[in-house]
């Protein structure tokens, strides 16, 4: 039996094996579609349903129910409004710490006039 050479036992791989979908490719793209369309579906819920559960964080504080549905007086779009929320980097879509903290500042002592213990808070997370 003469030894088997190693271009002769490279003629036994197909040359574009690579190119063939394995299993597990198939699988992940089976498991990316079904996420897409899962989370396509839950959009238009979202959006037709109008539950406003689905987009809320809950009642606000009795103190301020008075601007319940005018959600504008403190919040800015895009801006986080929490002491975790601002720590974040969020400098590749435009968000900063910094301007972050200025807008909660901002936005609490239009009706809080008190001093800067917001800023104190944020930057001690």
């Not at 037709?48 to 129910?65: I, K, L, N």
């Not at 929490?82 to 974040?88: T, Y």
């Amino acid at each position: 039996m003469a030894k088997e050479t190693g271009k002769q036992r490279s003629q036994r791989i197909e040359i574009d094996y690579y190119r063939k979908p394995t299993d597990l490719t198939r699988l992940r793209k089976i498991c990316i579609a079904a996420g897409l369309i899962i989370a396509g579906v839950y959009a238009v819920y979202v959006l037709a349903s109008g539950d406003p559960r689905q987009t809320s964080t809950g009642p606000v504080a009795m103190v301020h129910a008075s601007f319940e549905n005018d959600c504008e007086q403190c919040h800015q779009a895009f801006t986080p409004m929490d002491a975790q929320g601002v720590s974040l980097d969020w400098s590749l879509v435009g968000l900063n710490s910094k301007d972050s903290i200025s807008h909660l500042e901002n936005a609490c002592q239009k009706c809080h006039r008190v001093g800067g213990h917001y800023r104190e808070k944020m930057e001690s997370h």
